[in-house]
């Protein structure tokens, strides 16, 4: 079985309480890595790692294209390794290697390549003459926060580790990234990766490890300054709880019940592809999956024959196997999960007309597509989020309802519009309670532009100039002219 520690000042290393967790091959349901587990005793060494390097100034005194440099040569040798880091985080996941050979892997070093542009010719002060109230130069600062930790879910984990660590090295950061505890290998291979492009020991730590215990410690730690989280929302609110204690900054990706509506001038062909990628696409386990599909009434019955007929195009197989484009879910809790939601979805009286069911398999935690129909946006399959291969379908009467039923949630991260009117489509994704809506498309998320959820599905905004100015502070520094009528010192002095 293959071996991973922590990385911390540079070098891997054993957890002191000599703990380890083993990482199932979700496909095979056999363990085939053995991964140190940090106590809270590690996570402090890693702090401690993070602020020495912060302090002594050998990441944040370098100028930004010194951090550009190292920041391209991080891409670099993840294209470089790209094969390998597509295996391990099929391995790892039961993501498709399909998918970590052309988003994933690609993505995270996409990532680095963003950032590192982002970093080149960055202008981190501005000046502004002023004579109100009184004549002075002002002088706008973007300075590093300091030390920042990164918690990330286990979906994309190469990947939402990247969009943590290169914004926080942008804008001369050290970090700690905590990956789940189910899929932590690509996250630990990072650290290294990031050495050997330069970046200097303490600067990046990966300290895998239960989220009970070395996530609390990390949102908890005085001298962590930021923690940006990517999660659910249930344990969001706890990370916001803990980081509280000494006011740090956070940002927050939650989850969501995005919806996915139809407008009824769309080309149904596409759209029902779309309403299908949207959803299974990564077996559902995507934050801003289009889970509530909104058709209307008249199209209802086509749409649904059209998504049916589209799913015969879906493969569930091996994620190693090339043509396979649904893996197996990531642990056998996710696949209770998904389980228990379609029995919710049957007990209330919604129609399972495709899937909800497991595929005949050998072994592995494999679930089929699954769509409902006949569902009330009350329902708890339409209101909680499932993170599986199911979709509600919802009938709508016009426009108006669409964006009422779609607006109904207490999550806002992703959404789409299909419709040949970019117009009308326009009119109804300004009215979203939304982060990102996508027109004709779904799952774009594109580096250049924020992304993040509106209601409970987070705080802040990542990637983009938005996701870098999230680990930064902003200051202020005034210059008063030489007057020798400092005439409001009269408030004190008569
Ligand atoms: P999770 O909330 O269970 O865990 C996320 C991370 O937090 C893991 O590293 C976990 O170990 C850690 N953690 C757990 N309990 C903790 C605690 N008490 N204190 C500190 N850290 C703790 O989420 P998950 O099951 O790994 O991932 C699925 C969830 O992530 C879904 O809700 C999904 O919508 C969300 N997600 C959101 C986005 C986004 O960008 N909005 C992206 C991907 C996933």
Request: hydrophobic share 40%; net charge negative; glycine share 12%.
């Amino acid at each position: 079985m293959e071996q991973y520690g922590l990385f911390i000042d540079g070098e891997y290393r054993d957890a002191k309480a000599g703990e380890t967790i083993k990482s199932i091959n979700p496909a095979t349901e056999q363990p085939w890595a053995e991964v140190a587990s940090a106590g809270e005793a590690d996570v402090d060494d890693a702090v401690e790692a993070a602020r020495k390097a912060h302090a002594s100034g050998v990441w944040r005194n370098k100028s930004y294209e010194e951090r550009a440099d190292i920041l391209a040569a991080v891409a670099e040798i993840i294209n470089g390794q790209a094969e390998a880091l597509a295996v391990v985080e099929a391995q790892d996941g039961g993501g498709t290697i399909r998918k970590a050979s052309f988003a994933d892997v690609p993505g995270a070093a996409g990532t680095f390549e963003y950032f590192a542009g982002l970093c080149r010719g960055y202008v981190d002060e501005e000046e502004f003459a002023e004579t109100v109230p009184v004549a002075s130069r002002n002088i706008v600062r973007r300075e590093p926060i300091g030390v920042c930790a990164g918690i990330v879910p286990w979906n994309f984990p190469i990947l939402m580790a990247s969009w943590k660590i290169a914004p926080a090295l942008a804008a001369g950061n050290t970090v700690i990234i905590k990956p789940a505890s189910v899929t932590p290998v690509t996250a630990l291979l990072l650290g290294q990766i990031c050495k050997d492009a330069g970046v200097p020991d303490g600067v990046v730590n990966v300290v895998s490890g239960p989220g009970g215990v070395a996530g609390e410690r990390l949102a908890s730690h005085p001298d962590v300054g930021k923690v940006a989280f990517t999660g659910s929302t249930e344990v969001g609110r706890r990370i916001m709880q803990l980081a509280s204690g000494t006011i740090k900054k956070v940002t927050l990706e939650l989850g969501g019940k995005s919806p996915n509506i139809i407008l009824d001038d769309a080309d149904l062909d596409t759209a029902a592809l779309g309403a299908c990628y949207g959803t299974f696409f990564h077996q559902g386990q995507v934050c801003e999956s289009g889970t509530r599909v909104l058709v209307s009434e008249k199209q209802h019955d086509e749409l649904v024959d059209k998504m049916v007929s589209a799913c015969d195009r879906i493969q569930v197989g091996d994620p190693m196997d090339m043509m396979s484009t649904m893996g197996p879910m990531v642990s056998s809790n996710q696949l209770d999960t998904v389980e228990r939601y379609v029995g919710l979805g049957r007990e209330a009286g919604a129609e399972c007309v495709l899937g909800g069911d497991r595929p005949d398999m050998e072994s592995g935690y494999y679930y089929n597509p699954t769509i409902f129909t006949g569902v009330d946006n009350g329902m708890r399959i339409a209101q909680e989020e499932i993170f599986g291969p199911v979709v509600s379908v919802i009938r709508y009467s016009d426009d108006e309802e669409a964006v009422r039923i779609a607006n109904d949630s207490m999550y806002g991260l992703g959404g789409a519009v299909w419709s040949s009117d970019t117009e009308r489509a326009l009119s109804v994704a300004r009215r979203l309670e939304t982060g990102t809506v996508w027109i004709n498309d779904y799952h774009m998320i594109n580096v250049r532009f924020p992304f993040g959820g509106y209601k409970q599905s987070g705080v802040g905004r990542e990637l983009g100039p938005w996701g870098m100015s999230a680990f930064q502070e902003t200051k202020h520094i005034h210059v008063g002219e030489d007057t020798p009528d400092k005439i409001y010192f009269s408030a004190l002095f008569n």
